[in-house]
């Protein structure tokens, strides 16, 4: 099989201080189903546009023997029939199709498998889940999920192409994911970049994992790369403390040996016809090679700290209410003009729950979220006089022109100011970070300032709409771990099975 070549590559943006990547060398084999893994901002999607060629590194050779193709991708023809534009992304078949009658384009027609091309298309897209009608819809009226399934197939039918995903199942529902999740563990050969542990189990065989310091590769799912990380994470912890003593009483040992050398230096010009001065000059070169053996140990000590990551503990704090119900919607229905949105929609909200509102896309989740967050005054809707909401929306909108400490100062008091910082080092985004314009964030860094923003407001009730779009990993277990050890009130809407399960103390069905 082919195989795509990194070799001492780095890379880095202009506006950052730290490069992304520094002398990365990999071989990936393009028969894998490889999934990235790794903290938002650490360059998952930097990486797939190195291989793609959208970027070019700095430094170092990127080389692969096979076409790629990047996912989200962007359709931009004249053909609006769903079945048009599948076969225009396959190597432009749509367009072919106008001038058979030309010898050399029925020859790149039949190289492209033109002819038999609708055949496969149809089983392909009853492979991922849709009905064949939807062939004959038009491409811009399908939902967002079924515009991903639909460029999926697209790109799977091309010929002697490898798919660099990124974040796939974004506008996709649980039902979504499952169908997408299936299609994809029986395909050969692809690059995933997901934030979702099932999604991730179900659909690879290899990990790269990109690390504070490095970049590895290890056979497995995401849960078999969890199970060693995890024993290797252990042992770090042990192995931070002690290094961290060792390393306080190398770097005390080191003064100690600077201090007598410098005595000794002026001992030197001091009694300069003394008969000890070929003693004292002996003794400053023993405390100099002394000094830079305790040097080199400091840093090899060091050196075995570069991917120990440091865990901040996260933790809710709300207003004081009484106890009982702070919400209660009997019977709810809600219209936007002539369509209906909400039907007969009926739960009730105490204090410590955690209320999980599950659906398919397009049943009005953000919809009830919105009107709860708004306070919107309806027919069979009860607030308690006392109740206050704090709302991440599902794609929240940035100044980008503000740095992320101005967007951060915006609307805040100094004391809610230093609260978001706090919250932003718990979120793993460095200070240096918050200095830049929003508009450089990756959409996980972008998404983890806005929460920090959130959680400083004072509540009593937290909205949380689909909060694990574009979050890494390790953010989605601190979450959980925070929501199970804090028990804040809150309600939300998130297609991440493991995590709904995890936290939900009630589950409302639309």
Not at 143 to 163: C, H, Q, R, Y
Not at 300 to 327: T, V
Request: proline fraction near 3%.
């Amino acid at each position: 099989m082919a195989k795509i070549y990194i070799k001492n590559a780095s890379f880095a943006y202009k506006t950052f201080y730290n490069p992304v990547f520094l002398n990365i060398t990999i071989t990936i084999d393009t028969k894998w189903r490889l999934g990235i893994i790794g903290r938002n901002g650490r360059g998952k999607t930097t990486l797939l546009k190195l291989i793609q060629g959208q970027l070019n590194p700095d430094k170092g050779e990127i080389f692969s023997e096979i076409s790629t193709e990047y996912f989200p991708y962007q359709y931009n023809g004249k053909y609006n029939l769903t079945m048009d534009v599948i076969k225009e992304c396959i190597g432009g078949l749509r367009t072919l199709e106008e001038e058979l009658d030309n010898p050399e384009i029925l020859e790149q027609y039949l190289e492209r498998d033109g002819f038999i091309m609708e055949g496969r298309i149809k089983r392909e897209i009853k492979r991922i889940g849709l009905p064949e009608k939807v062939l004959e819809r038009n491409f811009e009226t399908l939902s967002g999920g079924e515009k991903t399934k639909i460029l999926l197939v697209a790109l799977f039918l091309k010929k002697d192409t490898f798919i660099l995903l990124d974040e796939p199942t974004s506008h996709l529902d649980i039902s979504g994911k499952e169908e997408v999740a299936n299609y994809l563990s029986k395909k050969r050969g692809f690059i995933l970049v997901s934030h979702d542990r099932d999604f991730l189990d179900k659909t690879i065989d290899h990990v790269l994992a990109i690390n504070k310091s490095d970049v590895t590769i290890e056979k497995g799912n995401y849960s078999s790369w969890k199970k060693n990380y995890d024993i290797k994470e252990e042992f770090e912890i042990r192995t931070e403390k002690n290094l961290s003593r060792e390393i306080n009483k190398l770097e005390n040992h080191a003064v100690k040996k600077r201090n007598w050398a410098l005595v000794s230096n002026t001992q030197k010009y001091q009694f300069v016809t003394n008969s000890r001065t070929n003693g004292t000059q002996a003794y400053m070169a023993q405390a100099k090679r002394a000094e830079k053996k305790i040097e080199r140990d400091i840093l090899q000590k060091k050196n075995l700290l570069l991917n120990f990551e440091m865990k901040r503990k996260l933790e809710f704090s709300q207003e004081e209410i009484e106890e009982g119900y702070l919400l209660k919607v009997m019977n709810l229905d809600f219209a936007y003009g002539d369509t209906q949105v909400l039907k007969k929609v009926t739960f009730d909200l105490k204090r410590y729950e955690v209320l999980w509102v599950k659906g398919k896309n397009g049943c009005g989740k953000s919809t009830l979220l919105t009107l709860l967050f708004n306070k919107t005054k309806l027919p069979g809707i009860w607030y308690h006089k006392d109740v206050h909401f704090s709302m991440l929306m599902q794609e929240p909108v940035f100044p980008y022109d503000l740095s992320g400490n101005e967007f951060l100062k915006e609307g805040k008091t100094k004391e809610e100011y230093k609260k978001c910082k706090e919250l932003c080092q718990i979120f793993d985004i460095p200070s240096e970070i918050l200095r830049i314009p929003c508009r450089e964030y990756s959409a996980g860094e972008k998404k983890k300032v806005y929460l920090a923003k959130i959680l400083s407001q004072k509540n009593n009730v937290l909205i949380l709409d689909e909060p694990l779009n574009y979050m890494d990993l390790m953010f989605r277990e601190q979450l959980e771990k925070a929501i199970k050890e804090s028990s804040p009130t809150m309600i939300f809407v998130e297609h991440d099975d493991i995590f709904g399960a995890n936290i939900a103390t009630s589950v409302l069905e639309l």
